[in-house]
């Protein structure tokens, strides 16, 4: 069914995502844990494909750039240096008659409860550390108290000469991460956008300080052009220039990108100018120098960061919402999620006309070569060719091969394309072939 509000679009997709198995509630049948959510079997090929689809345009493709994979819990010094014991706090105020939480920052009056139908006295601003806690160890006492991070960046300021010394790369070089983190945010929702366990994606670009201005225009526009290259349209995508008084203490200048989710305008990713200030920390913190030694000028000197911070659940709500089409209309009306065929968790669907005639054989013989050349297929006989297809559709599938009567006579089956819904006969040994050649052409490089 078409939606007709943003809010049901929303819910539209909220429901197919479980339908199909892309994202189901977290512990669902004890009635759910709020604001956590699992990927089901599409939605984890999706963002698998989403973060590998990162990793590639940041690491494997890139000589400058160096991959980690930090652990989560990490020294707590490491979070009184980055200042995240300190200052990691929202204001929060909760309403005394309806009892919700609200974050300060959020409301433009603090002097009644924003809910029309409450109008409620609310409590003073309190500040609120989004971090959680837990204890390492069998005693549950202070000494052990340890945090699951925050954010990853961490995990990379402090491995940063670790990683320079063994892999020698010289500012300009980048340092990235994908992994978990945690917040425990005050007002989590939207579905996947705002939640209290999520993954990050992202890129610490040590710079010489005179460069900096120079590659955060670079990165400024590399970040952009990525969302766009797998298919993020341009209209639903803006870069905001943080205000002033939003930024962090230490960063120069600092940028969101941010996409027209059906909830508004929202931030998918920050890209931040955030000076020397991280590695100074734990350098006076830790005692270890985390100067770089420049051979050529015999100096030390703390490189400049720039940062693009991304998140992997909302980089993946934002693919499937901007993937998310209706089609004609009565009962030519078709769901289709127009998927960048790099990002769609299946690839191709074998689909025999009927399970009959060696059709069956035929199918299951290419569906296992699709395998074995680890193209991520899906195999299905059941219910008619058209639902077949409009399921097909609905997974974001961009291949469909139909088997039909005259392939068992001469090798050729159908090829159907879903963007187009074209259908053309091509040789079955040819298939892998035609299939890798098409999702290489829509790679970006
Ligand atoms: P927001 O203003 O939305 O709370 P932020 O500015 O605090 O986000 P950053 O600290 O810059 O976020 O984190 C970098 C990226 O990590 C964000 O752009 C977002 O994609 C992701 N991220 C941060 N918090 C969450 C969360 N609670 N749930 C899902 N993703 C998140």
Known sequence: MAANTNTDLMSTIVSLCKRR????????????????????????????????????????????????????????????????????????????KCKERFRADHLENLDKCPKPKCGGELTD????????????????????????????????FVNFLNVQQASRLKPPFGIAQIGKSFRNEITPGNFTFRTREFEQMELQFFVPPSEDAKWYEYWFNARRQWYQDYGIKSENLRMRDHEKDEMAHYAKSCVDVEYKFPFGWSELEGIANRTDYDLKQHTEFSG????????????????????PSAGADRATLAFLVDAYDVEGEGKDERVVLRFHPALAPIKVAVLPLVKRDGMPEMGEKIYQDLLDHSIKSFYDHASSIGRRYARQDEAGTPFCVTVDGQSTEDQTVTLRERDSREQYRVPANGLVDLINKKMRESMVR
């Open 21 to 96: 198995g892309f994202i189901f509630q977290s512990s669902e049948i004890y009635g759910g844990l709020n604001s956590c959510w699992d990927y089901g079997p599409l939605g984890v090929e999706l963002k698998r494909n989403v973060k590998d689809a990162w990793w590639r345009s940041m690491v494997t493709n890139r000589r400058d750039v160096a991959g980690i994979d930090a652990s989560i819990l990490m020294h707590p010094k490491v979070w009184e240096a980055s200042g995240h014991l300190a200052g990691f706090s929202d204001p929060l105020v909760d309403c005394k």
């Open 125 to 156: 601003v309190r500040k609120f550390n989004l971090m959680f806690k837990t204890f390492m160890g069998a005693v549950e006492d202070n000494t052990a108290t340890v945090y699951l991070r925050p954010e990853t960046a961490q995990g990379i």
């Open 288 to 307: 270890k120098d985390l100067k770089y030694f420049d051979d050529e000028s015999k100096t030390h000197y703390f490189p400049y960061v720039i940062e």
